[in-house]
Every structure is written in structure tokens, then in C-alpha cells.
């Protein structure tokens, strides 16, 4: 074999295992987006700290969670942490309660929204009561002191009048009675659902 004949065939070798080398290096170094995403996955005093957090929420009512406006950050944390958890058990657990949250954001509002209404009705229906009973009572002074003089029509247009006042007081009657059942039946579901709230933070051992 020539000197130049070998010489070529060096190079060529010099050239291939260069081409490996680079591309094993490439193979094994990640690349930026994987740096990228290892810098930004949560260290675990961060995931300990967001737990600490999701079981403080524990702590608060329903209504009080509602009212902060606090829904949001808690569905963030849970979603954190399923993201990012080792344990099946966790996992699960958090995933119940990301479906609970989505029932809370709806079932909350509402049953608050009836109390709220209920409690105005319970307020304003007896003061409407005391007035119609006033009515009734002067309906009932008037068809007492009805003098013979006056008219068998006049008679019935009064008895009339008041056979109104007693329909409306049935009405508002049934009407103060329904707003007490839904305050507090409202009341009811609150304390029952503060009760299973308390309860989630057991099962997932916050």
C-alpha cells in the first residue's frame, strides 16, 4: 500500500470516529428544552410547601374559600401535585378531590345565593304580615259596625274585601314557611358539606 493510500485511509478513519464521537455526545447531552424543563420542575420543599398550603385550605369553610375568591389557586396546587406526586395513592386522592372542587365552584355559590334570598324573605315577609293582619282586623272592626243603612251590596263588597286580605295572608303564610325551609335546609347542606370538607383532609393526610 502507498504512503498516500494509507495516509487517505487514516484520514477517513479520524473522520468516522470524529462523526461518532460527536454523535454520541449529542445523544447523551439533553438538549436545552430538557434543561429548560429540569430547571423548572419543583423542587420538593416546594411540592411539601404547596401541601401545607392545600391542607391550611382544610381549615377554612366552604364559604369562607368562596368568598376569597380561593378556588382557583386551590385547583393550581392540586394539579401540581398530581402532576408531579410518586405515589398512586396521592394521586388518586387529589384527583377525587379536583372533581370535588369542580362541584364546590357550582353547589357553593347556589346554596349560598338561597340562604342569602331566604334570609331576606324571613325579614321582609313578617313585616308584610303585620300589615295585612292590621288590614284584616280593621276589615273585621268594619263589617262589625256596618249599620243597617247601608246597602246589601256595600255589605258584600266589604265581606269581599276581606276574603282578599285573608287569601293573601294564606299565601304570605305559606310564602314565610317556604323561605324558613330553604334557609334552613341551605344551612343543612353548608354544615354537611364543611363536615365531608374537614373530612378530605384526613384522607389525604394534610
Partial sequence: ?????????????????????????????PSSSQISSSSLAPTPDFLQEQRKTLGDYFDMS????????????MERIVLTLIQHTSSLRERTNLEDLMSRLAELRENVPNTM?????????????????????????????????????????????EKLEVSKDLSEWKNLEEEIKQADDNWYGGKERLAQANTSWKLFKERLEL
Avoid: C, F, W
Fill in 1 to 29: 500500500m502507498s504512503a498516500q493510500s494509507s495516509s487517505s485511509v487514516h484520514l477517513v478513519k479520524r473522520n468516522l470516529l470524529a462523526e461518532l464521537s460527536s454523535r454520541t455526545s449529542t445523544q447523551r447531552s
Fill in 62 to 73: 366552604l364559604e369562607t374559600i368562596y368568598q376569597a375568591k380561593d378556588l382557583d389557586n
Fill in 113 to 157: 345565593t338561597l340562604i342569602e334570598t331566604a334570609q331576606a324573605q324571613r325579614k321582609s315577609l313578617p313585616r308584610k304580615s303585620s300589615d295585612l293582619d292590621a288590614s284584616l282586623v280593621q276589615g273585621h272592626k268594619q263589617l262589625s259596625s256596618l249599620d243597617a243603612e247601608l246597602s246589601r251590596l256595600s255589605e258584600e263588597e
